[in-house]
């Protein structure tokens, strides 16, 4: 291969292409409505949201990283709780603990699945403890069984981060459904990506529901009238009117990236590289197909040099980042995290990858450990 990047990681145009005569409509449509804030796309778009997920209510909001924020405050989560979730995550879940006013509490992950480890979130529980927020990495569901039954024995608020697994299921039951709230985010590359950002909180809980509709929007039940002190973070008409295009082919998109997975795993089974576990349970939806190596740096550079573009989710742990060392977790603190960070590389993944593009990857893959 030469050294162009012939496999890009994720090519965002090929979705775009794929799904231009609809986007065009609805963008032109939505142009041409003159509402551009919280009309009737973010209205119908929350309505089949919900139902896509089998829920009462979504409710849209500016990002992710304010639909775990939100999540959290409508729970009545706020300073003077501790929030427990994983190092091993997007910082926008744990930044988004710290926006609430609560004190972020990082546990390790297991080590097969790399989602919340349920015996370290069971002993890192304190007095302080108000909420849990597992994190459904790379497609694949956290062990919500476990994870349920302690919060449900000390009372905790869960709110699922959902912004990598929209449409995973886990023992039939789809994601997001299982806690107090869930959290998803609609960024460009995520399963159900828009063309900026955005994001949205589902849950059933009529009364979480009812803050969540006050508190993206300054507080208002009735225009001009705070009657809780809110925010600004609403999802925009011309995102949602993108998103209900986009949700109409999730499901077909979530099948592509589980054909890929498959094709990855049989070219790369006798490699010595670690596949990602799934659990005979999980509807694993593959926002990320991560392997695992030793010699993590060495192949990515090989790969690149064959023109295959790859990622690290994530090379430096939440809580090694300069940003969070107060929190006080030094090095060997939560080792699972620390290896993961050391040896995961997430290979190109997105629903227009070609076919035979996981052959091709895999056989890069086979001839740098052949060297
Ligand atoms: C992307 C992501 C977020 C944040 O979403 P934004 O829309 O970028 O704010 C939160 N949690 C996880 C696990 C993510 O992958």
């Not at 989560?77 to 190092?87: C, H, L, W």
């Not at 890192?124 to 302690?150: C, E, F, N, Q, W």
């Not at 929007?217 to 009238?225: A, K, L, N, P």
Request: aromatic fraction near 6%; proline fraction near 6%.
């Amino acid at each position: 291969m030469d050294k162009r990047e012939t496999i890009p990681f994720v090519d965002l145009t090929a979705v775009y292409r794929r799904l231009r005569p609809e986007i065009d409509v609805a963008v032109a449509a939505t142009l041409e409505s003159g509402w551009y804030i919280l009309g009737q796309q973010v209205n119908a778009f929350e309505v089949e949201f919900a139902a896509y997920l089998g829920l009462d209510s979504a409710v849209g909001v500016a990002s992710g990283t304010d639909a775990v924020l939100l999540a959290l405050r409508a729970c009545d989560v706020g300073p003077g709780d501790e929030v427990i979730t994983v190092s091993h995550t997007a910082v926008a879940t744990v930044a988004a603990i710290e926006l609430c006013g609560a004190t972020p509490r990082l546990v390790d992950v297991d080590p097969d699945t790399l989602t919340m480890d349920p015996d370290r979130f069971r002993s890192a529980i304190s007095a302080r403890t108000k909420a849990v927020v597992p994190v459904h990495l790379y497609g694949g569901p956290a062990g919500m069984d476990d994870i349920l039954s302690i919060a449900g024995e000390h009372g905790l608020v869960v709110i699922e981060d959902c912004a990598q697994a929209h449409g995973a299921r886990l023992g039939g039951q789809m994601v997001g459904t299982m806690g107090d709230a869930a959290a998803f985010s609609f960024y460009p590359t995520k399963n159900l990506g828009a063309m900026g950002d955005g994001g949205a909180v589902a849950t059933s809980r009529a009364d979480v529901a009812e803050r969540l509709a006050l508190l993206r929007q300054y507080g208002w039940r009735e225009r001009y009238v705070s009657a809780i002190p809110g925010y600004n973070s609403r999802l925009d008409e011309l995102q949602a009117a993108i998103l209900r295009v986009r949700l109409r082919h999730l499901d077909e998109e979530n099948d592509a990236r589980r054909r890929l997975a498959a094709a990855y795993d049989a070219h790369l089974a006798g490699l010595p590289v670690t596949r990602p576990a799934v659990l005979s349970e999980d509807r694993h939806v593959y926002h990320l197909y991560a392997i695992q190596t030793e010699r993590r740096d060495d192949l990515r550079a090989h790969l690149n040099a064959c023109g295959i573009g790859t990622a690290i989710h994530y090379p430096v742990p939440v809580h090694r980042q300069p940003a969070y060392a107060r929190l006080g977790y030094g090095p060997g603190s939560l080792p699972v995290t620390e290896r993961a960070a050391d040896r995961v590389l997430s290979l190109p993944m997105y629903p227009d990858l070609p076919p035979d593009a996981p052959a091709m990857v895999a056989g890069a893959i086979a001839e740098f450990f052949d060297q």
